[in-house]
């Protein structure tokens, strides 16, 4: 299994960035996928997660600027980032836990930068 993610960038503060994570492999099901992120000497951190079914939850830090999304006929969840700030900066790896025919399993992504300029 592969979690792909692209769509990060440069942005200037103010701006919007959406970021996608497609899947791949011999899936089964997948269960939770989330956003992290990990900016310069800081650990990583949860962004956004959104379970199969019910409601996201997000860190305080994006509520009301950030929305994540999922299309599970596609394996993909997405990260709409609205209102970008510099502090935003970082890192964003997606997550998600997936069930194979051997068991469930945790998986990262590669990364995506995502700068925030002033």
């Known amino acids: 299994v592969q979690l792909q993610a692209s769509g990060g960038g440069l942005v200037q503060a103010g701006g919007s960035l959406g970021l996608s994570c497609a899947a791949s492999g011999d899936i089964l099901a997948i269960r939770g996928m989330a956003w992290y992120r990990q900016a310069p000497g800081k650990q990583r951190e949860l962004v956004a997660a959104i379970p199969t079914g019910g409601s996201a939850n997000y860190a305080d830090a994006v509520k009301g600027r950030f929305t994540i999304s999922r299309d599970n006929a596609k394996n993909t969840v997405y990260l709409q980032m609205n209102s970008l700030k510099p502090e935003d900066t970082a890192v964003y790896y997606c997550?998600?836990?997936?069930?194979?025919?051997?068991?469930?399993?945790?998986?990262w992504g590669q990364g995506t930068q995502v700068t925030v300029s002033q």
């Open positions: 997550n998600a836990d997936v069930r194979t025919w051997s068991a469930l399993h945790n998986y």
